[in-house]
């Protein structure tokens, strides 16, 4: 028996790595049980997975999500959190200020109120858009960086105990390599011969890429909040994909 297919309303968003808006549907119960399912998991790459499928899932048209920059990731999950869900969500915290105890001398017990903290998804600032991609380094040789992406992320949850981290994000947020006579891609080499050339760099010239690194875009939401209870004044500090995934 053939059952009525439902149609959905379709929504843009504008994405840091691509330079025309991708469209979109809101997820359906199937998308919304990966995510619930990747939020009990609470781990970074059940989430990052989960997420991909989503997005391939409701994203229409072509979309390269494996080179696709975190930031889009966060982007695009938020929006598609509040098309589906709801723009605003309270996320509940503890109260962690630290009160005398009544009860017992000389001793502090934590107020623990549950304080609500309204997050719009809408409504997310992202921070280090303007971080430079071009970094010269001598008077021959420059770089061209590149925000991390999804296949990094993917790459650095199946690192070795004696992989060395910085090394392995640097390396993966090259796009170009040139000197005065050609442009090497990224993507032509390889993950040891890209490490191999950082650690080829002088310490101040290899401090330019980590900056690089340190000041990557990210969403970044602050919300100051009383509570209700003992009044103390809470700054709450939610970053990147795992924060908003809550």
């Known amino acids: 028996m053939k059952l009525p ?5 379709i929504y843009e968003v504008k994405l840091v790595g691509q330079k025309d808006p991708i469209k979109f549907r809101p997820f359906t119960v199937r998308e919304e049980k990966l995510l619930l399912m990747a ?5 970074i790459d059940t989430i990052v997975n989960s997420l991909k499928q989503i997005i391939n899932n409701c994203v229409i048209g072509d979309f390269d ?12 999950f938020c929006h598609l959190r509040a098309r589906s869900v709801g723009e605003v969500s309270q996320q509940v915290y503890k109260c962690k200020n630290e009160l005398p105890d009544q009860s017992v001398i000389d001793t502090k017990k934590t107020c623990g109120m549950l304080i609500q ?9 992202i921070i280090n858009l303007d971080t430079e991609k071009h970094i010269k380094l001598t008077d021959e040789i420059g ?13 650095l949850t199946k690192l070795k105990e004696d992989d060395d981290l910085e090394l392995i994000i640097a390396a993966g947020c090259l796009d170009l390599i040139y000197d005065k006579d050609a442009i090497y891609k990224a993507s032509d080499c390889t993950e040891d011969e890209l490490v191999l050339f950082l650690q080829g760099l002088m310490g101040d010239k290899y401090q330019k890429i980590k900056e690089f690194v340190d000041k990557i875009p990210q969403s970044k939401l602050v919300v100051e909040k009383d509570c209700p209870k003992c009044g103390f004044h809470h700054t709450f500090t939610l970053e990147g994909l795992e924060d908003f995934f809550a």
């Open 117 to 125: 903290v309204p997050i719009n998804y809408l409504q997310i600032p």
């Open 143 to 155: 770089v061209k960086m590149k925000f991390p992406t999804y296949s990094l992320i993917q790459r």
């Open 5 to 9: 297919q439902q149609t959905y309303p």
């Open 65 to 76: 999500v494996d080179n696709m920059p975190m930031i889009d990731l966060e982007v695009i």
């Open 39 to 43: 939020a009990s998991a609470g781990e």
